[in-house]
Structures are given as structure tokens and as C-alpha cells.
């Protein structure tokens, strides 16, 4: 691998949220374009609160080939752009932007990532799978999107507070009736033991507060059962220990941390990047990954 090179030619992507030091995007976007030989900089901006339109008419003026937008603007960037893909549309949210012919267009990468992390780690996509999602914010609507376009054959959703359940599974049923419901606390454990797909998309668990698990101890994982998160950090979240004691297959949220960032450079640069460079990829991630 040739390390990226500034020179006269080097292209800039960046990162806009609040806060981002903590984001390995950088990490992984550097590697990307290292691997792929593309003279291309990825940097992080933390970008006050009133100043995300200001940001945008700056990185236009400058013609970056694009951006990523992290928490809290996922939402809020789509009106200051001129077109969003259709899946974009759909879970209401943009992580990744292309500047194409001076026109910003927004995507939405997670919900592939998700898709890539699954079949990469389990072999297989979601065909048939019983669904259970627990969490209801931006990160649970993507997931629940991504299982119910690649043909799951139900989701149930689980949130700390009702309300914001009640109005995912709402959102959710304008396209996909029939399909989604809302699991209540009363009957969490009955569809724990029915579902053969557990996704936590909580931050319950995460480097913050590991104790934590967005559910009680007494879950009957099994056997069979597919457990995943999208915590990366720690490796395995004390859930994630519980379902792999009881027999469960589990992944972590590493997987669709590299995916995500592969897709959206796949945008960026109108090139597909072939399995053997995502391995490289990925070896050399783990290889600066300090958990
Ligand atoms: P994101 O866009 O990353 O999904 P979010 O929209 O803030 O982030 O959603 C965070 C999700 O994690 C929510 O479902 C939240 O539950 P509430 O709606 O009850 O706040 C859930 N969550 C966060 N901390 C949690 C905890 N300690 N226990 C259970 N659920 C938690």
C-alpha cells in the first residue's frame, strides 16, 4: 500500500457532525484511498449548530468531491441539498453526499452497510428471517429498511420509550403493512424465542457505559439465533455475551462501520472496490484498531 501523498492533485472528503473526534472515519477513508491508489484526503469538521448552511456553500465553493454528515445533522442536511436517492427519501436521513457536476446529491450508505455486514458474516441475507429490532431511533429505521427490502419475512420493534416504537412501526407500515409490528415489554421474551434475527441499535452497551443492556438478563437467546449489534467499541457488548453463552451467532458493528464507509467511497469515486482490496482494507483497520 502506497501511503496517500498531499500534493497539488489531492482531492478533499470530509466528515461534518458534532461533535467528531471520536469518529474512525478518517481512519478508514484514509485507508480506503491508500489501498485504491486515489489521491483523495478524508478530514473531520466539527460544524457549530447554526453554521450547517454556511458549511455546504463553503464546501461547494470549494468543489470537494463529497462529504459524510454523522449526528446531529443526518436529518437536517437534506433540504440544504439538491437531490437525494430514493432510499435516502425513505429513511429520511443522508450519511453520504457526492458533488456531481456542481450539484450535491445525498445517499444513504448505512442501510447497505448493514446488508454487506450480514451477508459477510453470516452468509446469507435476510430471506425468511423473524426480525427483532431493538431501538427505534435513526440507526433502528435504516436496519428495519434494509431487513424489509431484502424480503425478511417480519419485524418487531422494541424501544425503552413506547412512543417513539409506536411511531417507527407507524412509519414503517406506509410501505411495508403486514409486515412490522411493535413488541411490548409483556411480550419481549415470547418474541426473543420466536425471532431468528436480534439486532440491538441501541448505544445501551457501547465504551460509554458498558454495563448497560437496553433489555433485562433473563432473555432466552438460543441456539440458531442470529444476535447482532452495531457497537464496535467494545468488540462485544455485555448483550452480545449473553446471547453467545446461550448459543447464539454474533456480530458486531464493526462489519458495517467498514461497509458503510466502503459504500459511500464507492460514491465518491464511481468504483467498485473488489473483495480482495476490502480484505486488505479490513486488515489494515484491525491492524490500527486499539479494541
Ligand atoms: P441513532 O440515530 O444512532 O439510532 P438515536 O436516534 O438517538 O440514535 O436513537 C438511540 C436509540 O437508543 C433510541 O431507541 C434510544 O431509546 P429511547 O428512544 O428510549 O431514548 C435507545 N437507547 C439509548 N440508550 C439506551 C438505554 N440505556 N437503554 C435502552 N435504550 C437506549
Redesign the pocket.
Given at each position: 500500500m502506497s501511503r496517500n501523498k498531499i500534493d497539488g492533485g489531492t482531492g478533499l472528503i470530509c466528515l461534518l457532525g458534532n461533535p467528531v473526534t471520536k469518529s474512525f472515519s478518517p481512519q478508514i477513508q484514509n485507508i480506503i484511498s491508500s489501498v485504491m491508489n486515489v489521491n483523495l484526503i478524508y478530514l473531520n469538521f466539527e460544524i457549530e449548530h447554526n453554521q450547517l448552511s454556511k458549511a455546504i456553500e463553503g464546501l461547494r465553493a470549494l468543489k470537494v468531491k463529497g462529504f459524510n454528515v454523522t449526528?446531529p445533522y443526518?436529518e437536517k442536511i437534506i433540504e440544504l441539498l439538491d437531490e437525494i436517492s430514493p432510499e435516502a427519501k425513505e429513511i429520511g436521513a443522508v450519511n453520504t453526499v457526492k458533488m456531481e457536476d456542481g450539484k450535491l446529491i445525498g445517499y444513504n450508505t448505512d442501510w447497505l452497510g448493514y446488508y454487506e455486514a450480514k451477508l459477510t458474516c453470516t452468509g446469507k441475507g435476510f430471506e425468511g428471517d423473524s426480525v427483532l429490532i431493538?431501538?427505534?431511533?435513526?440507526?433502528?429505521k435504516a436496519i428495519a429498511i434494509c431487513c424489509l427490502k431484502n424480503n425478511c419475512a417480519n419485524i418487531m420493534i422494541y424501544?425503552?420509550?413506547i412512543e417513539?416504537a409506536e411511531e417507527l412501526v407507524n412509519n414503517l407500515m406506509k410501505n411495508y403493512s403486514g409486515r412490522v409490528n411493535f413488541c411490548s415489554i409483556d411480550i419481549l421474551n415470547h418474541v426473543i424465542s420466536h425471532s431468528t434475527l436480534i439486532i440491538n441499535?441501541?448505544?445501551?452497551g457501547n465504551y460509554s457505559?458498558v454495563n448497560?443492556m437496553?433489555i433485562g438478563e433473563e432473555v432466552p437467546f438460543k441456539k440458531g439465533q442470529i444476535f447482532s449489534e452495531i457497537i464496535y467499541n467494545p468488540s462485544e457488548t455485555k448483550l452480545m455475551k449473553l446471547a453467545q453463552s446461550k448459543g447464539a451467532f454474533c456480530f458486531n458493528g464493526f462489519e458495517m462501520l467498514l461497509q458503510q464507509a466502503i459504500k459511500s467511497w464507492e460514491i465518491w469515486c464511481n468504483k467498485k472496490i473488489e473483495l480482495d482490496k476490502i480484505e486488505e482494507i479490513r486488515s489494515l483497520i484491525k491492524e490500527t484498531w486499539t479494541f
Open positions: 449526528i443526518k431493538l431501538g427505534a431511533g435513526g440507526a433502528a424501544n425503552r420509550t417513539k441499535t441501541t448505544s445501551a457505559n448497560l437496553p
